[in-house]
């Protein structure tokens, strides 16, 4: 039980002078007279202090400019709300990547909080209709689904702060927190009864002290406000927030594990900013396209909740709202909840130098797409006409429109449990005839990982008794259930719409376009289309997920992975990749992948250290020059250099390995005077535009890269290179045709050795496996991944990611056999 400061008062009959009775804690003091009514007037005073606001913690309130919160300071604000208040409840559920605890809070009415077990109930039966059949019997029991939504809670999810560079949300966090557990407002005593909130300051501890350390390193220097040069998640970055159907950060699995899967929350507020020059928020419906095994009830959600959060802010006088442009509902990477019956309410506040204002002039006032910020439309305004820009507005924005959406989840409780429910009961009809079924899938190392991946989403997976004659049993994944959509989205080829503006330029996706998990792990899936028995034993056992180890470096590294100044998250992906998968490798016994920086390379003393360097996704510019001289600190400016790169090429020809992935494959072109060219350079947008799709390739097997690989694979391809010669045609056929006319290896310049490892079809149409590709005939029969001798050493271009996000197995062996030759 919570400690309570309880307060009663018996006034006797006979005016002011009567004795007043006043107990504190349980010790009642009894007074008279004026006295008395002094004292009363303090304690009721005092009462409504006992709930601390966040300055009594922080020293400051949430939204002052040029002030930041420590992580430690917002667990420990939060500490103290839950033992002040009967509303709160703040518990923590894990660790951070970094260690740093991982909690989140449950706000309600304390008669609701008395009784979550049952509201986790009613909420689990409203999600899987299934437990609302008696045993034997067929229909569901209609009063009992009525009971439940005339009895259950709305329940919302607020994340904050995924992104911790976009630090409003987390100092927003306090200041909800604090109106709910404080408020006696009819508003806030009317949310407390009908919804239970589930608030997560921070989706990213770690960064928000990575964040915070770098703002006051820099604090009144010329360089306060700017972004840290480190990824402020420790692998992913910014791609934290892309991780919501792979499940391979730890905060993600905890989010999922501990709070989705167990709550089922209708509502998901994701709270976020975005570039400082175009609208002041964004708010759903989202723009086109939708993923289609979004629920049409969800779209029907978001759009309603988005609409009313829009026009009630407009309607208390908040600018430059807009809705119906920038950011689609397609990925899954970014909206669980869609696939679990919840709508995800994203929002974009515009954003300050982290928490240094800003002024923003009305020339630089841009729109973004589907909206012109300095012109007012359906679906965009009141216009804002610029100015000073504080982090203060930033969390008024973003307070009053969750205090918007909590007021629409209490007033229409029914509504949203209603919805979810019918969500639910769609999930698990029956199938008709010609209607998928499910899908099996084969045993093997890969599709056990997909397997583990659809249970963390809470899929059920169990066992059929035949996929093919003399094979065993194989993995089943069963339509008539709640979150088989999930499954379906990530099982099926995704054809991504052909979307043009008006002048004829495609419109770019807010993400990726492509997540068909089979062809990025190389799994065997099908689809079915009658019944498949099962087998008595129903679940599949499922292995550990991979987590990242970093092993203990002897004197002598093998490998080596660049990591300049300006953070790059493919590096942290490749860091995570070879942490989480290193017994795929068996030459990584004994031994370990270090960090190799600038200075290193610089001063020359990278053959000493390493074997083997890999060199991540990043822009050639990025990795040549880094930061400019005078836009950070100077410890942190410059890039390899020109000197660095010299030196690089001492090191191939002495006999290292440089790997380059993807845009750093532009850097090794240009830097070693390769005779290759990418043929991708200087196209247009409109001729050429593959934006995070599956591309086909075809392999030479008897490159010892190609090893274990089969025949055809697949490229993850987003901004990527292809290669040919830059020579005459008649020295450069070998690169600009099939691999299998790549035999042997194309002499270039008597000394350069260069071979195709893998290419795309000669053929544009069979290119493309998922997502979208336009002018993919530009890359057809050109090579995507290619190996260069030079002197002792060798360099091998990747004109894609094989590492991608930690997700694409299927290509790992590439890399891996890249650097373990």
Known sequence: MKRSFLLSISLWLGGLKAPLLIKVGWQPLRLTGCFSLFILLFSLTAFGQTIPAPKDTLGFTPGDDRKLASWAS?????KKLDAASDRVIFEEIGKSTMGAPFAYATISSPENLKNLEKYKQINARLADPRLYQPRGVGLLTKPAVMSDILLGKTIVLITCGV?????GSTLSSMLIAHRLASSNEPEIKKILDNTIILLVPSLNPDGVDIVKNWYDKTLGTPFEGSEPPELYHKYVGHDDNRDWYAFTQVETQLTVDKIHNVWHPQIVNDIHQQGPNGSRLFLPPYMQPVEPNVPKQIVEGYTELGNYMAADLRKQGFQGITTNSTYDAWTPSRAYSHYHGGVRILSETASCKLATPITVKWEDIRGGEGYDARTESPNFGPVWKGGEWHLRDITNYMTTAAFSLLNNAADNREKWLSRFYEIGKEAVRPRNAGEISGFVMERGVREHTIANILATAGVEIGNARTLRSGLAPAILIKARQPYFAFAKALFEKQVYPDLF????????????TAHTLPLLMDAQVKPVYEDVPETKTRSVALMDRPSPSEWPCP???NYGIYRGPVPSMDEGWTRWTFESYSYMIPSFSNTCVRSVENFEIRMNEIARKVQTIIIPDQSPNQILNGYAKGSMPDEYTGGVGKEGVENLKKFVEAGGTLVFLNRSSDFAIEQFNLPLRDV????ARKDFYIPGSILRTELDL????????PKESIAWFENGPAFE????PAVASGLTSNTEQVQPPTTVGGTDKIRVIASYPSDPKQILLSGWALGAEKIAGKAALVEVSMGKGKIILFGFRPQYRGQSLATFPLLFNAISQ
């Open 702 to 709: 008897t490159s010892p890269i190609a090893k274990g690989m």
């Open 163 to 167: 992104h911790s560079t976009e630090v």
């Open 501 to 512: 503006s008006a002048k004829g330029q495609p419109i770019a996706p807010y993400d990726v």
């Open 725 to 728: 010669l830059s020579e005459p």
């Open 555 to 557: 004197n002598s590294h």
């Open 74 to 78: 917002i667990v420990d604000y939060f």
């Open 680 to 683: 991708t350079k200087g196209l």
